[in-house]
T-cell receptor, first 115, second 115 residues
Framework: AQKVTQAQTEISVVEKEDVTLDCVYETRDTTYYLFWYKQPPSGELVFLIRRNSFDEQNEISGRYSWNFQKSTSSFNFTITASQVVDSAVYFCALSGTNTGNQFYFGTGTSLTVIP | GAGVSQSPSNKVTEKGKDVELRCDPISGHTALYWYRQSLGQGLEFLIYFQGNSAPDKSGLPSDRFSAERTGGSVSTLTIQRTQQEDSAVYLC?????????????FGPGTRLTVL
């Protein structure tokens, strides 16, 4: 079964705080891909990052960083020094090579950054 | 165009009417997906087109829903005899499967309101 769990439904932080969004996945595929998307209040989903199952190297992009750990089936997303513009719903997604190119999305985490 | 476009952006209809929603994917993208997002909810997969293969219709909620993709490009999602529970934002995404690249790019969505 393919499944993505985002246990945090809503998170509120004060501006400049760091925040980590959790993502746990289930898959039987040996090759798979993980994604994070941002959906701001305007509504359009924006692709943030793709990670391949064979590359566990963590990635940093400005204030964003991602921690991929196959041992715990997790792909967590950290925003450092959060800003009001980071307020959005964040979705984690999974795509496996043996599932007909289907994408499986978590239920999303709503992040509010309070000025 | 540079991104995925959808039309109309908003559609208000009366219960029982048919509606057509259109999606123009990114040029060259071979795969096209339709999702439904109810207010404050995650993404519900509806249907998926890949090249000339038969579409994956496994997510369509009822036989009132259908979709087609003409010429491997533009897609139309049709909802017949609309019901109030069909009210949602309908999202379209396209993907270019090329090596490790398989991220989805989303359109702005069509907000459907059934009165």
């Amino acid at each position: 079964a393919q499944k993505v769990t985002q246990a945090q439904t809503e998170i509120s932080v004060v501006e400049k705080e760091d925040v980590t969004l959790d993502c746990v996945y289930e898959t039987r595929d040996t090759t798979y891909y993980l994604f994070w998307y941002k959906q701001p209040p305007s509504g359009e989903l924006v692709f943030l990052i793709r990670r391949n199952s064979f590359d566990e190297q963590n990635e940093i992009s400005g204030r964003y960083s991602w921690n991929f750990q196959k041992s715990t089936s997790s792909f967590n997303f950290t925003i450092t020094a959060s800003q009001v513009v980071d307020s959005a719903v964040y979705f984690c997604a999974l795509s496996g090579t043996n599932t007909g190119n289907q994408f499986y999305f978590g239920t999303g985490t709503s992040l509010t950054v309070i000025p | 165009g540079a991104g995925v476009s959808q039309s109309p952006s908003n559609k208000v209809t009366e219960k029982g009417k048919d509606v057509e929603l259109r999606c123009d994917p990114i040029s060259g993208h071979t795969a096209l997906y339709w999702y439904r997002q109810s207010l404050g909810q995650g993404l519900e997969f509806l249907i998926y087109f890949q090249g000339n293969s038969a579409p994956d219709k496994s997510g369509l909620p009822s036989d009132r829903f259908s979709a087609e993709r003409t010429g491997g490009s533009v897609s139309t999602l049709t909802i017949q005899r609309t019901q109030q529970e069909d009210s949602a934002v309908y999202l379209c995404a396209s993907t270019l499967f090329a090596g490790e690249r398989r991220e989805q790019f989303f359109g702005p969505g069509t907000r459907l309101t059934v009165l």
